[in-house]
């Protein structure tokens, strides 16, 4: 359920008074500067976007993520002919409730009807998963095959991702007090029963979460990781898996007369510590430069 507060300008997208109700640790400044990066280089290119961008948003907590990029997305006019629709998904309840609750805050302080943003419980490990995302988020029409037909998973075009990212060990050794007294495990420490063998235990969703970007057509992947060693570990998967073009953000993405780094072979930008790991595929390339 891990949640973040932006500064007191015009990224404020999580209201302070829930921020306290929930008991979350920290506040992820960290995931704000990857989401905002992304946008922004997005918005540089906005003439070579699709008509209609589709974002999904696995481990979504408490909606930060999406709700976060379509506050970026609609501070300009370069992307007002765009329609943008975004799908959180939570395996908590709670967190989804949160969600819905912040959207409609966003909702009563500015004009989002032209878009569509939707949260939704379900557990992404579930074999029915990609069935769920059919139907999860659309009434059902005339038009919708009836439930016993099998369909083709709905494609996204951007899949996001904060998921639990930190091993038991780190978690008991490394991870501050505040953050293991107030915010749930389940946001933090993959679940053994998802563990895959020769995969650290702290890696576990990223395998997974690099598969479903694969069945729903994902042309640009951003994840959030805990440390380099960890974004280094998931680049290699990422690169295992033929996407075109694989970067690691440091807290920091964009920091002015910093020089990219190359480690391992992956490209680094920014400044500060490993925070995400950024893949695109071809068709993907021109929406953010090359």
Known sequence: MRAFCTDTKVRVILIHDICLKTNVGEHRWETAQSVTHLVRRMMKNSSHLPSNLRLLDLCSGTGCIPLLFHHEFRASEVTSSIQLDSLGVDISSQAVDLAKRNLKQ????????????????????????????????????????????????????????????????????????????????????????????????????????????????????????????????????????DWGM?????????????????????????AGKGRSVFACRAEGRDWVGH
């Open 106 to 241: 966003i909702q009563s302080q500015s004009d989002t009807s032209r878009d569509t943003t939707t949260f939704v419980q379900a557990d992404i490990f579930s074999p029915s998963f990609l069935d769920d995302l059919n139907t999860s988020s659309a009434p059902r029409t005339a038009l919708t095959p009836a439930p016993h037909v099998r369909e083709k998973p709905r494609s996204f075009d951007i899949l996001v991702s904060n998921p639990p990212y930190i091993s038991p060990t780190a978690f008991r050794t490394t991870t501050s007090f505040s953050v293991r007294k107030y915010e749930p495990s389940l946001a933090l420490v993959p679940d053994d029963r998802h563990s895959v063998p020769g995969v650290d235990r702290g890696d576990t969703f990223y395998p997974h979460l690099l598969r479903i970007a694969d069945q729903v057509g994902a042309k640009i992947v951003l994840f959030e990781v805990a440390d380099m060693e960890e974004a280094l570990r998931v680049a290699r998967m990422v690169e295992e898996r």
């Open 246 to 270: 694989v970067e690691i953000w440091r807290d920091e993405p964009a920091v002015e007369g910093k020089m990219d780094e190359i480690l391992d072979g992956v490209r680094v930008r920014g």
